[in-house]
């Protein structure tokens, strides 16, 4: 079975905006452990961004995905120079609670359905 252009784009765009998650949530969980070493967090994180790089690269439309891939790549270039794990940690996880809050902006509940609950006449 052949697929069409457009659902190879859809399952690469798919696959690329997975694996960009999981990378944050990766790099949440080793901020997180306190147990985690600095060698242990660069040899898994050269990992999981040779891993992206090998990926098809895709073009971003939405905000948080723009911004999850800048802070990686920061990232990326902030473990090439001198640097200590316990320095940096409590930066990365603020940084990393911004943009998990800059995706689950989009579920709350807007002001205009906020104010008809709230003025709404009970009998």
């Excluded at 040779?50 to 723009?66: A, C, G, N, P, W």
């Excluded at 891939?69 to 200590?84: D, G, R, T, V």
């Excluded at 320095?87 to 603020?94: G, L, S, Y």
């Excluded at 940084?95 to 998990?100: M, T, V």
Aim: net charge positive; hydrophobic share 30%; aromatic share 12%.
């Amino acid at each position: 079975m052949k697929y069409t252009p457009k659902q190879i784009e859809k399952y690469q765009r798919q696959r690329y905006i997975g694996f960009l998650e999981k990378l944050t949530k990766n790099l949440f969980k080793m901020f997180r452990d306190e147990q985690t070493t600095q060698e242990q967090f660069l040899q898994k994180f050269e990992e999981l961004k040779k891993k992206l790089d090998e990926l098809v690269e895709i073009r971003l439309d939405s905000e948080y995905h723009h911004q999850l891939k800048a802070y990686i790549e920061k990232l990326y270039n902030e473990c090439q120079h001198e640097f200590k794990l316990d320095d940096i940690r409590v930066a990365n996880m603020t940084i990393l609670n911004r943009l998990q809050k800059l995706k689950n902006g989009a579920s709350y509940k807007k002001d205009k359905h906020k104010n008809k609950s709230k003025n709404q006449d009970w009998g």
